[in-house]
């Protein structure tokens, strides 16, 4: 029996999905999509690969993925959860066609190592490279946390471990255009400052515990408590000049340093503006 099997949250995805499926058909895992109202031919390409479907309207990603955890029935002890902008890299697939729950009884959770992609070129540097995302774990003891408005991350109690080798490799096609990616940051945007405005309220707490030196995710909880001290509009400065000149950005050639200015600056600056903004309001 194969031991995992594959969760996928989709929404107008035929130009990712059937790259992904392409890329994990060999595993012959059980596949479910739970889909927020695709109009495009997203249904039609999970019916071609036997894939199970459920529906929900899409609130937030953290939301989406608590509701794909719980709403269909899967039979493995474990479920490895995708985006459908990524896919799963050949030396990460030998991993997993030898992969034994046997044989990993100590641990409930495991970290990739993603490489990203943007219009063409992969980001080595910025912070960007290697970047562990925690993708696979036991099913029913990994939870999706609520706490987060917009950066999602799942939450797995116990002992984790990281594989360096083999990558899921994440590129948003839809992204070459570079007004995409503007207006879906631009929506993003909205999502964080309020996050951040019900931190500031103490309405909102942080699941994990803040570790630098702890899993990958508890670093970033660590690295978040930090940010949400830092002076609103100083913040972005710093962190855009930390990823190129610190971490190194500008070797990512023109696409990265494009990616880095927007990621790093240009999002974070529309953050703060609206938080100021919201405060405002709010007062």
């Not at 019916?47 to 990603?61: D, I, L, M, P």
């Not at 970047?131 to 799942?154: A, V």
């Not at 994440?170 to 070459?176: R, V």
């Amino acid at each position: 029996m194969i031991p995992f099997s594959f969760i996928i949250i989709t929404y107008n995805e035929e130009l990712h999905l059937p790259r992904l499926l392409n890329s994990i058909k060999g595993l012959n895992a059980q596949t479910f999509v739970l889909d927020s109202g695709s109009t495009d031919k997203t249904l039609e390409i999970c019916s071609q690969y036997g894939v199970t479907v459920a529906q929900k309207v899409f609130e937030n990603h953290p939301k989406q993925w608590h509701h794909a955890l719980n709403c269909f029935t899967i039979t493995t002890p474990w479920v490895i959860c995708l985006d459908a902008d990524q896919i799963v890299s050949p030396e990460l697939i030998v991993r997993l066609q030898h992969f034994r729950d046997e044989n990993f009884t100590h641990i409930n959770s495991i970290y990739f190592n993603r490489k990203n992609i943007f219009k063409g070129r992969w980001l080595k540097y910025g912070g960007y490279y290697p970047f562990y995302l925690l993708k696979m774990f036991r099913y029913k003891i990994g939870f999706s946390d609520l706490n987060e408005n917009m950066d999602h991350r799942f939450i797995v109690p116990g002992k984790s471990m990281i594989w360096k080798e083999g990558h899921i490799i994440e590129e948003n096609l839809k992204e070459n255009n570079i007004s995409f990616w503007l207006n879906k940051h631009n929506k993003y945007s909205d999502l964080v400052a309020d996050e951040e405005i019900e931190r500031i309220y103490e309405l909102r707490n942080q699941t994990l515990t803040p570790n630098f030196f702890g899993t990958p995710d508890e670093r970033t909880a660590s690295l978040k408590k930090l940010w949400w001290k830092l002076p609103l509009y100083l913040r972005p400065i710093l962190y855009f000049l930390y990823r190129m000149i610190f971490k190194l950005g500008f070797l990512d050639g023109k696409q990265g340093i494009i990616f880095h200015f927007l990621q790093a600056f240009w999002f974070r600056l529309i953050v703060d503006i609206k938080i100021e903004e919201k405060l405002k309001n709010k007062k």
